[in-house]
């Protein structure tokens, strides 16, 4: 008989409780990649980064529609500036993933179709992310049939491990295959 009277107060407790709880919100549709990267911008300017600049990936990769590189003025900076950027994304409803921010010198946040590189300003000159996505990598049609694309001034460098001045050893031109040309 006590069993039973303890059993109808806990059922009546129980009962009150789940009513009493606050329904959790329905979520919000996923954003689109330019609410995703408005966002960003907004949180990385409330948190005062450094020389931000948004990248358009969405006619270079299929990796995501936009990158975002900005530098930190120190580790903590860095820090607090990819926590609240998490922060903001998890309220609009997107998930993240975030790398680097044990040392904070380089951390990257994948947010979908937005990613976001927060460095220290010596680690962002050194690897020089925005030089590299942002080369116009749609080349002429007309030279790569001709076999006379240069494929050493967009990546700096030389073709097919050449010299870096295109020379070759018997003194021709480097072409888009690495072999000489008579000059």
């Known amino acids: 008989m006590v069993r039973d009277k303890v059993r109808a107060k806990q059922s009546k407790t129980t009962k009150k409780s789940r009513s009493a709880r606050p329904r959790p919100a329905k979520k919000a549709a996923p954003a689109t990649s330019a609410d995703l990267l408005a966002t960003i911008l907004a949180s990385l300017e409330d948190d ?3 020389e931000p600049i948004t990248i358009e990936l969405a006619r270079k990769s299929s990796i995501a529609d936009y990158m975002v590189v900005a530098s930190g003025t120190s580790q903590r900076h860095i820090a607090a500036m990819a926590q609240h950027a998490c922060d903001r994304l998890k309220k609009v409803g997107q998930g993240t993933h975030s790398e680097g ?8 946040i994948d ?3 937005v990613i976001v590189h927060l460095f220290r300003p010596e ?3 050194f690897y020089n992310l925005e030089k590299m996505w942002s080369a116009d990598f749609q080349a002429d049609a007309g030279q790569a049939d001709a076999g006379q694309a240069d494929v050493g001034q967009a990546s700096g460098g030389q073709a097919n491990g050449g010299p870096a001045n295109g020379d070759q050893p018997d003194g021709g031109q480097a072409d888009a295959a690495g072999g000489g040309l008579a000059t």
């Open 111 to 113: 947010a979908g179709d």
């Open 101 to 108: 921010l044990a040392r904070c010198d380089w951390v990257l």
């Open 123 to 125: 680690v962002r000159d």
């Open 48 to 50: 005062k980064a450094v």
